[in-house]
Every structure is written in C-alpha cells, then in structure tokens.
C-alpha cells in the first residue's frame, strides 16, 4: 500500500459504515456494536474534532445491519452522547456513556433496535452521575451474580491527562429500571500515583474493562500510559458488592493470580482495548494495537488478536489488520463481540479515502466493520 495521502485510493478493509473528509474538520470516534435478539448488528460512533460539538453536546450517529454487516443503514443522531458502549441487555438496547467531553455519565434505552431512544432529563430517565467531570469509552458492560456492571473514570483533580483520572465501578441489579440513579451503585474511586512509573511520561490509567477473573472475582482491567515502558495493563479489584476497589502496584508478581491487583505485561496497553471471555474456549480474548516494528508507542497501524488463560499471561494469537505507515494510517479502539465461531468488530478506522486520507492515524475518518472467522482456529 502506498502512504502517498493525497494519492491513495480510498479502499480500507472491512466494510464501511460511515465516513467523514478530514477537511470537515469532525472526526470519528468510539466505535461500538451489539447484537440484537433477532440477529440485527447495531453499530455507532461519535464525532470529535474542532469543527464538532464534543466539547458541550456532543453527538453519537446510531447504524443498523439486517445483512450479517454486509450493509449498513443510519438510524440516528443522539444529541448530548459521547464516548458510549452499545449493550443488550434484557430485550432492549442502550447507549451508556456521558453527555459531552468530561460531563455527565448519562444512559439511554431503545425498545425498537436504535430507530428511536429515551432521553436523559433527569436522575429518574437516564442521568445517572452530575457531580463531576466523567471518562469513558465503549468498554463492555457485563452481568456477574445478579448485577450489571460498568467501569468509568471521573477527572479529578482537573490535572494534565490521564494522571488525573480515578477509576471506580458503577453496577445495578440485573432487572432493574437502568434508566434510574437510584438504581446504580458506585465503588470508591481510586487515583493513580505517578510514582508507579517514575520515569513515564505522562503516566495514567484509563477506560477499564470489568471482567471476572478465574476465580470469580471482579476486576477492573485498565489501559496504562506508560511511555517509555509501556505495553502494561492495571489491575484494579472491585468487591463483590461493587463498593470497594483496592489496587497495589507491587503485589502482582509472576506466577500469581489475577484476583490480585497490579501490574501486567498487556501488548498494546498504551491504546484502548477490549476484553472478554470466551466459555467455549476458557480464554480471555483481546483486540489490541500492538506495537510492532517501531518505536512508537502511540502507534496504531497493527490490529492483533490475543488471547490468555488467567488475565496475567497474554498472547499475541494473529495480526488482524495492517498498514506500514503509522502517521496517518489507524484501526483503533475496536469493540467487538463473539458470534459464534466469529468474532465481529467496529473499528475507528483512519485511512486513505481519496480525498486528502485521514487528518492523521489519531483523527479517523472511517467506521469500519470486521468480521474475524474461526477466531479460536487461527
């Protein structure tokens, strides 16, 4: 593939959901996708950038997919979403995610597969937290012994990125009105110490992933900035009942199980990631940015396929996707799902199109579905 921008022809792999010109000034953001009770795809992504509205209220288009992702139709544009995980959960759909760049942590529920959605008004219809400046991203929502959970991050101090961001846990009983505050339950919130990688730049952790450990304990796996080492993961443990969450930074050693917290070597660990875990293998999987053949970090031109067996020891199973420049090319932040023998993703794809390409690898300006066949095969 050329890395001429302005003279390569707009061909990404997979297939295009949505695409935006850089010149507009709006990029593409985090990418999501569920699966609907009758097999219907539904896919969204946000729009950031100067020319966007992400800073106040930002906006969140909604797609929909009856043909297994070979074509797409838009449903919706959501006023006041960002940074948003689509789930199905007890025979609805919902958006969860925050009103703007550091606002509200806001949901909304679907009952006819995205065409149209409830709005969050008030602590009874959808705005679960207004008492800070929230984070997240399309990380999984997931339901473990009658609860489900969700992980999130609020700024706090208003300090440089990410060492400010406090990780914490937010869950409510499986069967009950998610569209009620009163309904969710929020861990303590726990600060990272910059001292943990004292010669990082710019450390921090951020967009954890709830998963439940071998053992039946519940963690919160986050992605660790951590240049110049990097390729980390944290460990946060949350209690069963989803008030506490307590992390050390030196107890998690080789050979101990991830129902301690701590560090882990994670390849791409400085980019969002993914987690989940596959019964019909008994492995956790991940699609992840790794860093591979430079020497940096930031880089998001390779998507690989991972795989581990207790969330401390990963492996690197495939690589996906890929492109040899690094600077304007990107397939970043991908959500994905098991289906059946596949796995089936969205990527913030940014890529040449023609027209310029993408302002660089960070500023996507293309959604992209991915189906991976016979994931546990390759």
Do not use: C
């Not at 909604?62 to 043909?67: C, G, L, Y």
């Not at 660990?269 to 956790?284: L, N, P, Q, W």
């Not at 932040?333 to 289906?339: A, I, N, T």
């Amino acid at each position: 593939m050329s890395n001429d921008r302005s003279g390569e022809k707009g061909n990404p792999p997979g297939v295009v959901v949505d695409h935006i010109p850089a010149e507009s000034g709006k990029y593409i953001g985090s990418p999501s996708i569920a699966i609907l009770s009758n097999g219907d795809y539904v896919a969204s992504h946000d729009i950031f950038g100067p020319q966007s509205t992400y800073e106040t209220s930002a906006k969140t288009k909604v797609f929909r997919s009856s043909e297994a992702g070979r074509e797409w139709e838009e449903l919706a544009t959501l006023e006041g979403q960002l940074w948003s995980t689509l789930f199905f959960h007890e025979g609805a759909l919902y958006i969860f995610g925050t009103d703007s760049r550091f606002g509200s942590a806001i949901i909304r529920r679907s009952d006819d597969g995205g065409e149209t959605w409830s709005e969050p008004g008030d602590e009874k219809s959808g705005l679960i937290l207004n008492d800070g400046d929230y984070h997240t991203a399309p990380v999984p929502a997931i339901v473990h012994r009658g609860r489900i959970w969700r992980a999130m991050e609020d700024m706090y101090p208003d300090i440089s990125w990410p060492a400010n961001f406090r990780a914490f846990a937010l869950s409510a009983p499986a069967d009950a009105d998610l569209l009620d505050a009163d309904s969710w339950r929020v861990s303590d919130r726990l600060s990272f110490k910059s001292s943990w990688f004292e010669e990082g730049d710019r450390p921090g952790w951020l967009e954890g992933n709830m998963v439940v450990t071998p053992q039946g304990d519940l963690v919160d796996v986050l992605r660790v900035n951590s240049e110049p080492e990097y390729g980390k993961a944290a460990i946060v443990r949350i209690s069963e009942d989803g008030r506490d969450s307590s992390f050390d930074p030196y107890l998690l050693l080789e050979g101990q199980k991830a129902s301690r917290s701590g560090f882990v070597d994670f390849p791409g660990g400085m980019s969002k990631f993914t987690i989940r875990y596959d019964d019909t293998s008994g492995r956790y999987w991940s699609l992840v940015n790794e860093v591979k053949g430079t020497n940096n970090p930031h880089a998001r031109n390779v998507l690989s396929l991972t795989s581990s067996e207790d969330l401390v020891k990963w492996k690197v199973e495939s690589r996906i996707l890929t492109h040899p420049d690094e600077e304007n090319h990107a397939f970043q932040y991908v959500d994905w799902l098991f289906e059946g023998e596949d796995i089936v993703a969205v990527s913030r794809t940014a890529y040449a199109d023609g027209l310029g390409g993408a302002h660089n690898y960070h500023d996507a300006n293309y959604l992209t579905f991915h189906r991976i066949k016979d994931f546990r095969s390759i």
